[in-house]
């Protein structure tokens, strides 16, 4: 399904019927929306799941760029808006995380429950923004191979895997110009951590044991900042654990699920 947003045409996919529970999904960087497939189907038979493109990746249009990270949250809210979601657990990984934590800052009555994934609330260190502004050149001068080559070591524990060449072929098919747009807007985003301690939402904090990117220390700081957070610590998985371990996030996002969902 395409949904119009802003005059920016967004590839978004919605299963599950019924009246039940909303789930919404929001993928890392530079994924899409095929990285939370299997999690949408297998909660299919509970709730109403949606997953989408974020701008410029996957099926979406980027539109005017640069957007900074704002942009990509009023995306989010305009797809609830338009497919008449009052309020969805909301569950993001990595850039997903940055995106779902400012729209929970912005408007938590929207949401009944929140899964942050191999995240952080801090925004960029200098060194974290200088690196940003490597990749982002690196882009512009036609670079995107080999900035995927040096970025999925970092994405997987395993990057040699059968995994690893799908998510390689995954990040492959996005455009350079967008992939620059949505690091200049994680090197621009805001800091998050001190909002946490007045979050109200039900939160299961996910991190991959093996995670560089957002590691462990990172995660459990803020289990311990938002109010009664769980914390699930993935073992065998590096940043995207979701597919790397893929029946361990499963256990631990469908409990955490069923046990606060509004029925
Ligand atoms: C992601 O997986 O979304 C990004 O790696 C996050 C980041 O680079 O900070």
Not at 171 to 191: D, F, V, W
Request: proline share 5%; hydrophobic share 45%.
């Amino acid at each position: 399904m395409q949904l119009q947003v802003d005059g920016v045409r967004l590839a978004c996919e919605v299963v599950g019927t019924g009246d039940w529970p909303w789930v919404v999904f929001v993928h890392g960087f530079p994924f899409s929306r095929a990285t939370w497939q299997r999690e949408a189907q297998a909660l299919a038979a509970s709730y109403r799941v949606l997953t989408f493109d974020l701008r410029g990746l996957g099926e979406s249009e980027l539109g005017p760029a640069p957007q900074p990270l704002e942009s990509y949250v009023d995306d989010l809210f305009a797809l609830m808006d338009g497919l008449g979601i009052d309020r969805a657990a909301l569950v993001g990984l990595s850039m997903g995380g940055y995106i779902s934590l400012r729209a929970v800052q912005r408007a938590e009555e929207r949401f009944w429950a929140l899964a942050l994934c191999d995240t952080r609330a801090e925004a960029d260190s200098d060194e974290g923004k200088l690196g940003r502004a490597a990749g982002i050149r690196l882009l512009h001068a036609g670079g995107r191979e080999e900035f995927l080559r040096g970025f999925l070591p970092k994405l997987l524990k395993r990057p040699e895997s059968d995994t690893g060449r799908w998510l390689m072929d995954l990040m492959r098919a996005n455009a350079p110009l967008a992939m620059a747009n949505a690091l200049a807007a994680m090197q621009g985003r805001t800091e998050t951590t001190a909002a946490l301690a007045t979050f109200t939402l039900p939160t299961l904090v996910v991190v991959g044991r093996d995670d560089t990117l957002t590691p462990l220390p990172l995660a459990q700081g803020m289990a311990q900042r938002i109010p009664g957070a769980e914390l699930a610590i993935l073992e065998d998985a590096g940043h995207v654990a979701n597919l790397e371990a893929p029946a361990a996030f499963d256990r631990a996002l469908g409990g955490f699920l069923a046990r606060v969902a509004p029925r």
